[in-house]
């Protein structure tokens, strides 16, 4: 018996499908009905709750992860074309507490996360430094050195970098 349903496609790059919750597992199928991912409930190791981009808007994702690495992972917006998506909020809601409800007796070995993983935050932070850095040489010779006031322009790149720095500051996780 399934306990809750979401249809999802988060991105160009997912197919379409329907998640299905069962007392038993979390399911995923494709439009024709194949059974394409499947986790346990019993071997969920971390459920992870992140803001991502979904066209000009942004959408909550939530990846459910196994204990061998296997993910699984639906949002609350379905990409409908290019910056087009759909709202998907009345069945992502239930989906999700309907979800939570039964990994409440596996709780004490699942990890609950909210945020990005910290990989993620490392290489945002990386590109940051790395536009941050590059424009500031840039502007050193350009301005500086060779007294163009062209070089003035390369500050907008020292502000860019040092905002992504900036929200990006490698964190640990929220659990």
């Known amino acids: 018996m399934d306990l809750a349903e979401h249809r999802d496609r988060r991105h160009a790059g997912t197919r379409a499908g ?10 995923r199928f494709d439009e024709s009905g194949e059974r394409i991912g499947e986790i346990q409930l ?36 379905f990409w409908k074309g290019p910056g087009r998506y759909d709202s998907t909020i009345d069945t992502f809601q239930p989906f999700l507490r309907a979800l939570h409800q039964a990994l409440l007796p596996h709780r004490e070995r699942i990890r609950f996360v909210e945020g990005q993983t910290v990989m993620f935050m490392l290489v945002m932070f990386a590109t940051g ?47």
Request: charged share 20%; hydrophobic share 55%.
């Open 18 to 27: 329907v998640f299905r919750l069962t007392e038993r597992a979390v399911e």
């Open 129 to 175: 430094t790395a536009i941050a850095v590059i424009s500031a040489l840039a502007f050193v010779y350009i301005f500086l050195m060779r007294e163009n006031a062209y070089g003035l322009a390369l500050l907008l790149g020292v502000f860019v970098g040092g905002a992504l720095m900036r929200i990006f500051w490698p964190k640990g996780p929220k659990a």
């Open 42 to 77: 019993d071997h969920v190791g971390e459920v992870r709750l992140a803001v991502e981009l979904a066209g000009q808007t942004s959408q909550v994702v939530c990846r459910i992860k196994d204990n061998e690495g296997h993910e699984l992972a639906f949002g609350s917006m």
